[in-house]
């Protein structure tokens, strides 16, 4: 992440999209897709965001662009890190799965969707026990 110099309270869009290098219509489009990012808004109307905004679009941005997540593998993720946090035994088993899912191929798209779901479905199991 880009460094303003200045720490600040609030960030506009624009500044946001220069520390994160995403363009501005990636970051309102992802506010409609992740619950979880939702910045303020001043009286002006103009979206703010937060350190805590800015590290979760970090977030977001490593799970999609580094690790090759879909946007509802993603999802899935933030919400189980959010909510429900990996009992221990299943802990190692999600730990497991993540270098895995990292040396699959770009042209393997059906392995990593099989993978995902499993990742899932093991997540979901976590949280029943």
Do not use: C
Not at 36 to 56: C, E, F, H, V, W
Not at 66 to 74: L, Q, R, S, V
Not at 94 to 114: A, G, T
Request: no cysteine.
């Amino acid at each position: 992440m880009k460094d303003f110099g200045l720490k600040k309270l609030y960030y506009s869009i624009s500044e946001v999209s220069k520390l994160t290098d995403l363009e501005q219509y990636i970051l309102r489009y992802w506010e409609s897709e992740f619950e979880q990012l939702k910045p303020s808004k001043n009286r002006a109307g103009n979206r703010i965001y937060t350190n805590k905004d800015i590290a979760l679009i970090l977030k977001i941005k490593k799970l999609l662009r580094d690790e090759k997540y879909t946007i509802e593998g993603a999802k899935n993720i933030l919400n189980s890190d959010n909510n429900h946090p990996p009992s221990p035994a299943i802990s190692s088993t999600h730990s497991k799965l993540i270098p895995e899912k990292e040396k699959i191929s770009d042209n393997q798209p059906l392995l990593r969707k099989d993978l995902e779901e499993i990742k899932k479905f093991l997540l979901d199991l976590s949280q029943r026990i």
